[in-house]
């Protein structure tokens, strides 16, 4: 067994060398703060005057002021204002979210509601945590964004890396199983359903700063357990791919790619993939 002092000098030593970045709890904090005063079906505290969502605004403010101020490391050099510029984005962030709502209500038959989506819809949860981490991503904030996907991704299965480009009126269809790659570049009024993954061919680190994932053009459906890889790959507008196929190569505009089943028999046929 290993000697216990020298273990006690090994935690010892990761506690001294550890990121000073916050706690993963601290910035889920503020996100939960925020996501509820955007959207009061996420909080008790309901704000009915203007002065006080102007407070809690400027609470939420400090709060990221706070976490930036004392985490340096997590915020490129040479950024000044950074809560300004966020705070800047608010109402844009929420109309891109309300716009995804609607995608949703108008996409899924069984929504009975826009209040409906916007409590219970994981769909909904994970582009609320995306649309947040990927302003802060894009403002120069490091490692942040990554903490709040994370959360949203443990909370609903729905795995979107903050780098990934997202358009308007996206609309996820039960979610579950979901990845979207980091340098995935995805258009308006796209739909996509559970299992879906946009992802990568390669996994080298030297690729790290290539785009390394699928582009999918505006109008696109992906339906259940589809797989798009590659960083060359379009899926051209208008397209429907359907369940379980796997990609690798471009298709062009208003394609429908899916696979025709087949029963085994003595002549050995198997699953056909059909381009029209």
């Not at 001294?16 to 709890?25: A, I, L, M, Q």
């Not at 925020?34 to 002065?51: A, C, I, K, M």
């Not at 809560?83 to 109309?95: G, H, M, V």
């Amino acid at each position: 067994m290993e000697d216990l002092t020298s273990f006690i000098s090994d935690l010892t030593k990761a506690h001294r060398d550890v990121s000073k970045c916050p706690p993963p709890e601290k910035v889920i904090s503020f996100f939960d703060e925020l996501l509820g005063l955007l959207f009061p079906e996420f909080t008790y505290n309901r704000l009915t005057d203007e002065q006080a969502i102007k407070e809690q605004l400027t609470h939420c403010k400090t709060e990221l002021r706070t976490i930036l101020d004392h985490n340096k490391e997590c915020v490129k050099s040479g950024i000044s204002g950074l809560e300004d510029q966020f705070f800047e984005q608010l109402p844009s962030i929420r109309k891109m979210l309300l716009q995804d709502v609607d995608a949703i209500f108008d996409g899924d038959p069984a929504a009975k509601s826009k209040g409906e989506i916007i409590r219970t819809y994981p769909g909904f949860y994970a582009m609320a945590a995306h649309r947040i981490a990927y302003e802060l991503l894009h403002l120069g904030v490091n490692l942040i964004p990554r903490i709040i996907s994370e959360y949203a991704h443990r909370q609903t299965g729905i795995d979107i890396h903050p780098g990934a480009e997202i358009g308007d009126h996206f609309c996820i269809d039960h979610g579950t199983g979901i990845v979207i790659g980091e340098t995935t570049k995805i258009g308006s009024y796209v739909k996509i359903y559970q299992g879906v993954t946009l992802g990568g061919l390669s996994v080298n680190k030297e690729d790290a700063r290539k785009k390394r994932h699928p582009t999918i053009e505006d109008h696109v459906v992906i339906y259940a357990g589809a797989t798009i890889l590659g960083g060359v790959t379009v899926i051209g507008k208008g397209s429907i791919i359907g369940g379980n196929v796997w990609l690798t190569k471009s298709v062009p505009a208003n394609s429908k790619i899916y696979y025709q089943a087949k029963m085994s028999n003595s002549e050995g046929e198997t699953d056909t993939i059909i381009y029209k």
